[in-house]
C-alpha cells in the first residue's frame, strides 16, 4: 500500500466514480441466500494468515490486503473484490471508519487494515470526501497512524477532541451521554475494533469499540459495563449506522487489556467480519477464551469478568444479535 504520505496523495486524488445498485440491505442472507442448516444465521467470517506477520514482526501490507478480499468475498460469496465492496457500501454515501487506538500504538486498530479498506470503498465507489476515519482522542487517532484532519475534498480523520461532539445527549438505558459529531457525518459505520482482553468488560471488540463515539465513556464502566455496552449500542445513531464490522485480529492482548501488554502479546493473524455486532463479539469472545487456555490462564469466568453485555445484547429488550452458537453460521477461512 505505500506509506502514509502515498495515501494521503491517493486519498486526494480520488476513484472514478463506479456505480453500484447494492446497499448494505442486500447484503447477508439476501445477498449470499443461505439454505439448508444456515438459513437465518447470522453470518461470520474468521479469515486467517499464518503468514501475515514478517520475520521482522511487521504486519506484510500485500498480505493484509490479500486477508481482506478474502474475508469479504467469503462473507458476500463475491470473488471480485471491487464488486463484493458494492454490495456493502452505498454509493453516494459517506462511510465512517471507527478505529480504536486506546491501547497505544502496540495495540490499535492496524493502519495497514484501514488503508487497504479505503483503497477498497474508492474502487467501489465511494469518494474521498465522502470516507471519515474517526476515534475520540487525538492521540489514539495518531495510535492508529492518522492524524487529525478535516479537508471535506479528501479522507476525513477526525478526532472527537477537536471535532466535538453533539450539543444534546442521547439515552437508552444506562446510557447518556453525547455523540460524537463524526458520527453524525456518517450515512454508514463501518467499525474497525482490535480484539483486546478487558479488565473490567472481559473482551473489548465490536460493540464496547462504540465507547469511543461518545465524550464520557468513563461514565458507562460501572458493574463491568453491563448493559451500558448493550444499552449503548441501542441508541439509534449507533444502531442505525453501524452496520458492519471487520475487525482487526491480526495482533491481540489475552490478558491485561485494554493497555498494551507485550507479555501477552498475542498474533491471531485474522480478521473477523460480520453485520451482526453480537456474533461477531461472542466468536472474538471464543477465540480470546481458547488462546488463554492454551497458555494455561482461567477462563474469563473464573477470574470473574466475562462479557456479560454480550448476552445482554442478544435479549429480548435489546435484541442486537445472537450470542447462540446454534444461530451463527462460522466461516472459518
Known amino acids: 500500500m505505500g506509506n502514509r504520505r502515498e495515501f494521503l496523495k491517493t486519498a486526494a486524488a480520488g476513484a472514478a466514480l463506479l456505480s453500484s445498485t447494492g446497499t448494505l440491505e442486500t447484503l447477508?442472507?439476501?445477498?449470499?441466500?443461505?439454505?439448508?442448516?444456515?438459513?437465518?444465521?447470522?453470518?461470520?467470517?474468521?479469515?486467517?494468515?499464518?503468514?501475515?506477520?514478517?520475520?521482522?514482526?511487521?504486519?506484510?501490507?500485500?498480505?493484509?490486503?490479500?486477508?481482506?478480499?478474502?474475508?469479504?468475498?467469503?462473507?458476500?460469496?463475491?470473488?471480485?473484490?471491487?464488486?463484493?465492496w458494492k454490495r456493502i457500501v452505498p454509493v453516494g454515501k459517506v462511510i465512517g471508519l471507527k478505529v480504536n487506538g486506546l491501547g497505544g500504538k502496540g495495540i490499535a486498530t492496524h493502519a495497514v487494515l484501514t488503508r487497504a479498506i479505503c483503497e477498497r470503498l474508492q474502487q467501489a465507489g465511494v469518494k474521498p470526501g465522502q470516507i471519515v476515519i474517526f476515534e475520540q482522542r487525538t492521540r489514539f487517532l495518531e495510535a492508529c497512524g492518522f492524524q487529525h484532519t478535516?479537508?471535506?475534498?479528501?479522507?476525513?480523520?477526525?478526532?472527537?477532541?477537536?471535532?466535538?461532539?453533539?450539543?444534546?445527549?442521547?439515552?437508552?438505558?444506562?446510557?447518556?451521554?453525547?455523540?460524537?459529531?463524526?458520527?453524525?457525518?456518517?450515512?454508514?459505520?463501518?467499525?474497525?475494533?482490535?480484539?483486546?482482553?478487558?479488565?473490567?468488560?472481559?473482551?473489548?471488540?465490536?460493540?464496547?469499540?462504540?465507547?469511543?463515539?461518545?465524550?464520557?465513556?468513563?461514565?458507562?464502566?460501572?458493574?463491568?459495563?453491563?448493559?451500558?455496552?448493550?444499552?449503548?449500542?441501542c441508541i439509534p445513531a449507533i444502531r442505525d449506522k453501524v452496520r458492519f464490522t471487520i475487525g482487526d485480529a491480526m495482533t491481540s492482548v489475552y490478558d491485561g487489556g485494554p493497555g498494551f501488554h507485550p507479555e501477552r502479546l498475542w498474533q491471531p493473524n485474522a480478521l473477523i467480519v460480520g453485520e451482526d455486532r453480537v456474533a461477531v463479539d461472542h466468536t472474538a469472545w471464543q477465540m480470546l477464551e481458547k488462546?488463554?487456555?492454551?497458555?494455561?490462564?482461567?477462563s474469563l469466568e473464573a477470574v470473574g469478568r466475562p462479557p456479560r453485555y454480550i448476552p445482554i445484547a442478544a435479549d429480548a429488550a435489546h435484541r442486537l444479535g445472537t450470542n447462540d452458537p446454534q444461530r451463527i453460521h462460522l466461516m472459518e477461512v
Open 28 to 84: 447477508g442472507l439476501a445477498a449470499t441466500p443461505e439454505h439448508g442448516a444456515h438459513a437465518g444465521k447470522s453470518k461470520v467470517v474468521v479469515a486467517r494468515d499464518s503468514a501475515l506477520h514478517g520475520s521482522d514482526g511487521e504486519l506484510d501490507d500485500k498480505r493484509v490486503s490479500a486477508l481482506l478480499d478474502r474475508a469479504i468475498a467469503s462473507y458476500t460469496g463475491i470473488d471480485k473484490p471491487v464488486e463484493a
Open 150 to 233: 478535516d479537508n471535506p475534498g479528501s479522507i476525513r480523520m477526525l478526532s472527537s477532541e477537536i471535532y466535538g461532539y453533539e450539543p444534546q445527549p442521547s439515552s437508552h438505558g444506562s446510557a447518556t451521554i453525547r455523540l460524537a459529531k463524526a458520527l453524525s457525518l456518517c450515512d454508514m459505520v463501518i467499525g474497525l475494533p482490535i480484539l483486546k482482553d478487558h479488565s473490567m468488560a472481559g473482551v473489548t471488540f465490536a460493540m464496547k469499540n462504540m465507547y469511543g463515539v461518545v465524550d464520557r465513556p468513563q461514565d458507562l464502566h460501572a458493574t463491568g459495563c453491563s448493559p451500558a455496552v448493550a444499552d449503548l449500542n
Open 291 to 298: 488462546k488463554r487456555a492454551e497458555v494455561g490462564m482461567p
